[in-house]
């Protein structure tokens, strides 16, 4: 292991980043805690399938070896808490440290490794022990940064580092033996102009954020954790605000922190609630006309009708004899974690779900603590690299200047925010001023309107005459909320009112402890009104003049938009789940393509060989080589069978997947080699299923005809 650079002597950084790059000496198990088929310990995995090494568990290797030099006398304890932190403290870590995961497009590969028990004295194998596991391959390679807050503690950090000889799970038995080559960053010099697109305008000015998350959030949506820890499907505006006060805190800021905190001109914080989309270049390009939103309310769906238990089959029984519930059923609420999105206005809105994973986690503890019962628990985390869209509203141009120069590194993506628990990494990728020509999405009122829609696009906290949470959204709350006037009030009517409410929790850091819990109405919540046109407006103006209602706007809280009632109809969201992952393509091709395989077509072992050949292509080129390879030995004696399979239909329809993404691949190079990397394992997945699904339940008595 090679050490860091050390830093200039003349100009001393505020952060440091160090790369590390690791590749495997020998196999590697790095579990995820759960099992799949005949596979009792699975690899852990990142959202596009390939193998990863979550952050945390090398934070723990390097705390492991900061606590073994501490006992030799070469670190001392506070040194290594200032440097990874102390459990139950408020010393921070000074490091953060990111996933070890695949470059894009490197190969690698996944065995499965079979042990079992052995008998203390014939060392034979003991009964019903035998476990099937899921190794990394050896000469695996894998990457990962880390930015370091307090360049003082290098080399502490690089003692630490020379000592992790091995990751993942086995590691006194010889596993996941690394070489890591560990060095300093170059030093970026210091930004003359901020990373932000446009300039703010005169009077209240709109900072539109793109954000990715570099690695897997947790935003706990409890205050008393269980064994499983649930999770908001999006980043409310309280920890997006906590995020950048953490940043500047970190990095000793502590007055950039306090304007962010001011209870009189702090910028105001929305939710960031996630895209549907992958693609950080399409989302860059259309940041001016993105619109996210929770689903209202009253858009509801039709249940399935409940399965007949008369016996007969469907085309038997009468139209009259369906029961009353089939012809009743009550429609379904859309879910907490679905949203609507379109790209711009001319388009439709399209209704997804967030993909949230959940991550099983082993506390067993460290040296420094004691107990024998491992803590088992599983964590619900948004997948990485979800994009994220929020806004920071400030009240003059001269604050948002302010806050542009304060925060100028990490606005142009140059450092880390941290989010949720444990601090997930997420990176800004774009920022850019929003023009007062956008469309609105408080005020239609250009036609007549026949009614009127308040939705709420955030949680809105608000109380009653008694201090009480208000729990129902009415015209009355309106009415107090914005200062409507109650004589033009008493003009209109509530034709439908759809709300839910939810409980807010939070920390209370003066006490230490959890924040009493509020009572908000649920976004997506809608008030439909009808009256006469001017009581109408009127309505309309007032919520326009309020930005935000209720309590704790500046956390993102008390968002609304108006819209016309027949604005609706134009509104109508596209079927949900836009999304289709790679895997479910590639299996749906292959299905479609078992008809390219006539029968009594090759054996089963001559499948299987196929199969595994193809899952070990680290190419595109060899996937097609290898079907070549089929191809020519079609034409001999001994290859008779594979005369039975399409193969030139196979090669069209690698050509075909590749070609179904090249428009994504329109990005930096970065982008377009993850995108090459998709391409391979779709293509990889198609060509294994394909084989998989048509190989014979049972070879012939009379051989298997080799692997051809």
């Given at each position: ?23 495997l000496?020998?196999?590697m ?34 705390r ?7 006992k ?21 870590s ?20 079979a042990?079992?028990?052995r ?17 990394v ?8 940064e ?21 990751i993942?799970a ?8 690394i ?6 960053l170059p ?24 954000i ?10 409890t ?34 922190a306090?304007?962010l905190?001011a ?22 390009a ?42 009743a ?8 974690h679905?949203?609507?999105?379109r ?63 304060a ?9 880390w925010?941290?989010?949720?628990r ?25 036609r007549?309107p ?27 709350l309106?009415?107090d ?6 004589e ?13 409410t ?38 309309a103006?007032?919520?326009s ?45 292959a299905?479609?393509d ?10 089963r072992?001559?499948?299987t ?33 594979w ?9 069209e ?29 779709e ?26």
């Open positions: 292991m090679t050490g860091a650079g050390t830093a200039s002597a003349s100009v001393k950084p505020d952060t440091q980043r160090f790369s590390l790059s690791v590749r000496l020998e196999d198990h790095s579990g995820s805690g759960s099992t799949v088929h005949e596979l009792d310990a699975v690899q852990q995995r990142d959202r596009y399938g390939n193998p990863v090494v979550r952050d945390r568990h090398l934070r723990g290797l390097l492991e070896e900061g606590y073994a030099l501490v030799m006398g070469a670190a001392t304890m506070r040194d290594v808490n200032r440097l990874f932190g102390q459990p139950g403290n408020d010393t921070r000074s490091v953060l440290i990111s996933s070890l995961r695949l470059s894009p497009g490197v190969w690698h590969e996944l065995r499965q490794i042990s079992t028990a008998r203390s004295l014939d060392r034979g194998p003991l009964e019903d022990t035998l476990r099937l596991q899921e190794h391959a050896a000469h695996t390679e894998f990457a990962a880390m930015e370091l807050l307090d360049p003082e503690l290098t080399p502490l950090l690089e003692r630490c580092m020379r000592r992790v000889s091995a993942g086995n590691r006194t038995r010889g596993d996941g033996t070489l890591a080559k560990f060095q300093a030093e970026k010099a210091a930004p003359t102009a901020c990373g932000v697109t446009g300039e703010p305008e005169a009077g209240t000015c709109r900072l539109r954020l793109l990715r998350a570099e690695e897997p959030i947790c935003m706990a949506n205050a008393t954790p269980d064994n499983v820890i649930p999770t908001e499907c999006y980043v409310r505006g309280q920890a997006v605000q906590g995020a950048f006060v953490s940043w500047a805190l970190r990095r000793g800021q502590p007055v950039a306090a304007q905190l209870t009189e001109d702090a910028p105001e914080f929305s939710n960031s609630y996630p895209l549907p989309i992958l693609d950080p270049v399409g989302a860059q259309a940041m001016q006309s993105l619109d996210v939103r929770p689903v209202p309310l009253d858009t509801m769906t039709s249940k399935p009708p409940p399965q007949s238990d008369s016996g007969w089959p469907w085309w038997a029984e009468s139209a009259s004899e369906k029961t009353q519930d089939e012809t059923a009550k429609p379904k609420r859309p879910g907490d679905e949203f609507l999105f790209s711009n206005t001319a388009e439709s809105y399209t209704r997804y779900i967030p993909l949230i994973r959940p991550y099983m986690r082993n506390d067993a503890g460290h040296s420094q603590r004691t107990g024998d019962e491992q803590q088992l628990y599983t964590v619900e985390e948004i997948a990485e690299h979800t994009l994220f869209l929020a806004e920071i509203i400030f009240t003059d141009p001269a604050q948002a200047r302010s806050f542009e120069l925060f100028a590194a990490v606005i142009e993506g140059k450092s925010l941290t989010l949720g444990g601090g997930g990494l997420a990176r800004i990728l774009k920022a850019e001023w929003l023009s007062s020509q956008q469309p609105s999405t408080r005020d239609r009122s250009e007549p026949k009614g009127l829609r308040v939705i709420l696009d955030s949680d809105l906290i608000m109380r009653g005459p008694l201090l009480g949470f208000r729990d129902k959204l009415d015209l009355e309106l009415a909320a914005s200062g409507f006037d109650p033009q009030a008493a003009k209109l009517k509530e034709e439908r009112a759809t709300f839910d939810v409980e807010i929790h939070g920390f209370n850091p003066v006490s230490a402890g959890p924040r009493q819990p509020a009572i908000a109405l649920r976004r997506g919540s809608v008030l439909e009104v009808t009256g006469p046109e001017a009581a109408l407006r009127a309505l103006a007032a919520l003049a309020r930005p935000v209602l209720g309590e704790r706007s500046k956390e993102g809280f008390g968002r609304i938009r108006v819209e016309s009632s027949d604005a609706r109809a134009s509104q109508e969201d596209k079927p949900a789940d836009p999304i289709v992952s790679l895997n479910e393509r590639a299996l749906h091709r299905e479609a078992r008809r390219l395989i006539e029968p009594n077509g090759p054996s072992k001559q499948w060989d196929f199969a595994k050949q193809a899952l070990g292509a680290s190419s595109v080129d060899e996937l097609n080589a290898l079907i070549g390879t089929r191809l020519d030995h079609a034409e001999k004696l001994g290859g008779v069978a005369q039975k399979v399409d193969l030139v239909a196979m090669k329809a690698i050509a075909d997947i590749a070609a179904a993404t090249q428009d994504m691949a329109d990005g930096p190079d970065d982008d377009n080699d993850r995108v090459a990397a998709l391409h391979l394992r293509a990889r997945l198609y060509v294994v299923a394909l084989a998989m699904m048509s190989r014979p339940e049972k070879d012939d008595m009379n051989g298997d005809g080799g692997h051809g």
